[in-house]
């Protein structure tokens, strides 16, 4: 038996239903596949990230100790105000964050524009070896410092080569903890900032320069009216990141003195948090956490607001 | 051909962590749990119980604990930091099973950390029991079981007595003319430091100071309060920190660490090898040394061999100890831990038997609390090192008369208070000398009983009396 051609086919039972299951499928393919490919990271995200975030919110409203928490309402947060740490530990992270903001940026400035100077030679070796601190991390650079500061270290040493009774305890006085650090930190940090500022130099227009100069404008006047201007929205990012690491900063103090330092000089907000997570009490630890979040979160919108302004502004 | 639509990077790298994680997941290594596991944190304590660098046949505790009993017993040297953090995270969770030590190992200066629960609460299990039924009542030196107690109830072993001497280079106080060893009395001490300064002074030595002191760190301040009696936090958890005791003492302090014609101290840089360096380079001619601290100066200024000797500390007027008590460790056994009759067993072995407290006897100078083995032979011996003198000796005998020292999660903060007082009081004094300082003094450290009183309070569980 033959069908002449063009004559219908009877319909193929089977075969439809083939055709309706995998018309379904590639219906629910294309609702659902977004999904699919989201739901690794939005899985892990709700994990790792938004899980801990809330437990960390709630645990801020309780007090805990060994395996016991009770709900204690704000007292957490109501403490915090009371304690002296607390405003310590605050205005040592102001300091450091001002200091880090004040020395470190022109510094990486100043390095960025020799750099960019076509009268420096090697500039690749000194690119790489103003930058390479910034790739070994806070703990290895207080460890280093450690040996360079100590009592009979190489600086030490070198300063009394000149003055012979100069007494310069670095670690252990009061008085000169705080420069260590930001001396420490500067040694880190100033070469990351100096190869964004390079970068960001390379890339202003040439011929604005020439326009200036056409218009006789001298190289005060050049850098003050191309040069920042050209640099503002790295500067912007660089003071931004500058002021988050400052208010984050724990490692290399804490390293570096092995503790929170000679008269509490090396206790930042993270470490006075660190310290009530070491005695247990982990409600008072997030408290303190969530309150150096809105604190990083409120700078950093000011920030933001003032250089969208300065950039709007004619 | 095959064809990737990411790109090739991408395959190779997805490739790459298949592999990775496939390989992972087969040789995943699977380590057997020993019967006993016991965190330690200190590398000497690790080196003791393994026996390292002892000979093949010498007695080893451990392993006639595993011969004894058939079990296998593992020690974890784990950095004191990650130890803290791991064992507060276990007791938090209530964790159970394999991964709960069997014993641990806890420094004085971290231990108060695990006493913020009510007592039934701690995570290490009470051995007040174990201590009565085992017959070690009365044998262990009484003051040092009190850092690791609250209210009583007994939660660790301790390690060590720590009392505190003061060891000073003979051979420079000797060529300034003076015999150290004669000062009874702080005020004598503090004298006869001065005249060992001006010796030096007048001798070229500007920067040669008699004492090592603290200008920041109130370990010495709290070293010398304690042998005054005073626990800046006691044992009923109060704050003592503007004890009229400890006013004096910190008004004494100052003086004798900031520049004026009081000065004998000095600081050094923290870490043994640095105070070693500077005690053999001759920046400092004393220093207060508990037992564990001799054995650092042995190892790291060899140069001063046969120069140091060690004395008693002076007496206070108001005191009957001539001694302190500086650092510490304890063994305990986790609530959780498997089998609490067996960890117990293997501490004992460790802590509390002749043979268990050989070989830190023999290679340390540190002093164990159970008075069965001060009857040592060794104890008798004469140390070239420090002059020839029988060194152990003067230990013991400071070690029945260790004044006792009480740890709470308070302890901590009142010291680092104290710490502050201490800077600023010296800041003080620097710019205004003695006027004024004692009404100063006083209202910082009634300021730092406020802080530390609110931080209690902050801290205390709402069950907690």
Redesign the interface.
């Known amino acids: 038996m033959s069908l002449e051609p063009g004559a219908a086919r009877p319909a193929d039972p089977p075969r439809a239903m083939s055709a309706a299951r995998s018309e379904r499928w590639w219906a629910f393919q294309a609702k659902y596949s977004p999904y699919f490919f989201v739901a690794p990271f939005a899985i892990l995200f709700l994990i790792f990230l938004v899980y801990p975030l809330v437990r960390s919110f709630i645990l801020s409203f309780h ?6 928490t ?1 709900f ?1 309402g704000l ?1 957490n947060y109501a ?1 915090l105000p ?4 607390f405003w ?1 530990s605050a205005l040592n992270t102001l300091f450091y964050t001002l200091a880090f903001l004040l020395c470190q940026i022109p510094a990486a400035l100043i390095l960025a524009i020799l750099l960019n100077s076509k009268r420096v030679k090697c500039k690749s070796i000194l690119r790489f070896a103003f930058f390479a601190p910034a790739l070994v991390g806070q703990v290895f650079v207080a460890v280093i410092f450690t040996l360079l500061l ?3 270290g190489p600086v030490n040493n070198t300063i009394r080569s000149v003055f012979p ?1 100069a ?1 310069l ?1 670095w ?4 008085v000169l ?1 705080r420069p260590a650090v930001v001396i420490a930190s500067m040694w880190l940090s100033t070469g990351f900032g100096m190869i964004y500022l390079l970068a960001a130099l390379q890339s202003v227009d040439k011929q604005l320069y020439e326009a200036a100069d056409v218009d006789g404008a001298g190289r005060w006047s050049q850098f003050w009216h191309v040069t920042l201007p050209g640099i503002r929205p790295v500067l912007t990012f660089l003071i931004l990141t500058g002021t988050i690491g400052g208010l984050q900063l724990f490692e290399l103090p804490y390293v570096l003195f ?1 503790g ?1 330092g ?3 000089a090396g206790l930042t907000i993270v470490a006075y948090l660190f310290s009530w997570l ?5 409600g ?1 630890s997030s408290a303190i956490g969530w309150v150096l979040a809105g604190v990083v979160i409120v700078v950093s919108l000011v920030q933001v607001r003032i250089a969208r302004g300065s950039k709007e502004a004619p | 051909m095959i064809s990737f639509h990411l790109g090739k990077p991408i395959l190779v790298m997805a490739v790459l962590a298949l592999v990775a994680g496939g390989v992972g997941m087969v040789v995943r290594r699977t380590e057997n749990r020993a019967d006993i596991e016991v965190w330690t944190f200190a590398e000497s304590h690790w080196r003791t119980f393994n026996g390292i660098g002892l000979a093949p046949d010498a007695p080893l505790p451990k392993r006639d604990f595993e011969r004894d009993t058939g079990k296998s017993v593992s020690i974890k040297l784990i950095v004191a930091r990650a130890l803290n953090t791991r064992l507060s995270m276990q007791f938090m969770g209530d964790t159970k099973g394999d991964e709960v030590p069997d014993l641990v190992e806890v420094e004085i200066s971290t231990v108060g950390r695990y006493f913020r629960p009510p007592v039934d609460q701690v995570g290490f299990l009470p051995l007040n029991d174990f201590i009565k039924r085992r017959g070690w009542e009365g044998k262990i030196v009484e003051s040092r079981l009190a850092p690791w107690s609250k209210d009583g109830v007994i939660f660790g072993i301790p390690q060590d007595v720590h009392p505190v001497m003061i060891t000073y280079n003979a051979e420079l106080f000797e060529q300034a003319g003076i015999d150290l060893a004669s000062s009874a009395t702080w005020p004598a001490f503090w004298k006869n430091c001065l005249a060992f300064q001006k010796y030096w002074r007048e001798h070229g030595e500007p920067r040669r100071w008699a004492l090592e002191l603290s200008e920041s760190n109130s370990d010495s301040l709290v070293t010398m309060l304690l042998q005054r009696g005073v626990n800046v936090v006691d044992d009923q958890n109060q704050v003592r920190v503007n004890d009229p005791k400890v006013l004096a003492t910190l008004l004494d302090y100052v003086r004798m660490i900031d520049d004026g014609p009081q000065r004998i101290g000095a600081s050094t840089a923290s870490g043994n090898q640095s105070y070693s360096q500077d005690f053999a380079s001759g920046y400092i001619g004393a220093m207060f040394c508990p037992d564990w601290r001799l054995k650092y100066v042995k190892d790291y200024a060899p140069s001063l061999a046969g120069k140091l000797k060690v004395m008693p500390m002076p007496a206070w007027p108001d005191s009957p100890y001539r001694t302190s008590t500086w650092g510490g460790t304890m063994m305990g056994i986790p609530r959780n831990a498997r089998d609490p009759e067996l960890s117990w067993s293997l501490l004992e072995k460790l802590y509390l038997t002749p043979e268990g407290l050989a070989d830190t006897m023999h290679r340390t100078y540190i002093l164990p609390p159970v008075k069965t083995v001060w009857n040592d032979p060794i104890f008798e011996e004469t140390d070239p090192f420090y002059s020839n003198q029988p060194v152990r000796k003067l230990i013991r005998e400071l070690g029945s008369n260790v004044p006792p020292r009480y740890v709470s999660p308070a302890s901590t903060v009142a010291q680092a208070e104290l710490s502050m007082v201490l800077i600023k009081a010296i800041a003080r004094h620097h710019a205004n000398g003695d006027a004024g300082l004692e009404e100063y003094c006083r209202g910082l450290l009634d300021e730092a009983t406020n802080a530390v009183a609110a931080r209690i309070a902050h801290g205390r569980m709402d069950d907690e009396p």
């Open positions: 007090q805990t100790a060994g395996s016991i009770h204690v007292r403490f009371r304690d002296q740490l310590i100590a009592n009979n009774t007494e305890n670690i252990s006085s009061p903890a092995n929170t000679p008269g509490q070491e005695l247990g009490e982990m008072t």
